[in-house]
Nanobody, 121 residues
Framework: QVQLAESAGGFLQPGESLRISCTASGSIFSIDVRGAAWYRQSPGKERELVAA??????TYTESEKGRFTISRDPLNNKLSLQMDKLQPEDTALYYCKLVVVTTTFQKIDYWGQGIQVTVSS
């Protein structure tokens, strides 16, 4: 069994910063960096990709370039998203996705339950 523990979200004002993270624990052999990503979903909209690894090239959607930074801590099976200069349009439920290779060598996508980030003046 694998569990994902997420950090808290927050209610922020425009221009503020927030770092969110999720940490995997349990029957983990390794984390496949190629599948690590953050998504978000705003009310009435579909879930969209925010930022994704692999390690040789980090992918961001256009609006997040220069504002969001995805990173991972392989020793702690942790994925983070640093969000700077937050705007009201960044308000959403943020989901982390990790591709876990279990101790039985199955490769499984795990999703966090969602971190609420609200940006408003």
């Amino acid at each position: 069994q694998v569990q994902l523990a997420e950090s808290a979200g927050g209610f922020l004002q425009p221009g503020e910063s927030l770092r969110i993270s999720c940490t995997a624990s349990g029957s983990i052999f390794s984390i496949d960096v190629r599948g690590a990503a953050w998504y978000r979903q705003s009310p009435g909209k579909e879930r969209e990709l925010v930022a994704a690894l692999p390690s040789d090239r980090t992918t961001y959607t256009e609006s997040e370039k220069g504002r969001f930074t995805i990173s991972r801590d392989p020793l702690n099976n942790k994925l983070s998203l640093q969000m700077d200069k937050l705007q009201p349009e960044d308000t959403a439920l943020y989901y982390c996705k990790l591709v876990v290779v279990t101790t039985t060598f199955q490769k499984i996508d795990y999703w966090g339950q969602g971190i609420q980030v609200t940006v408003s003046s």
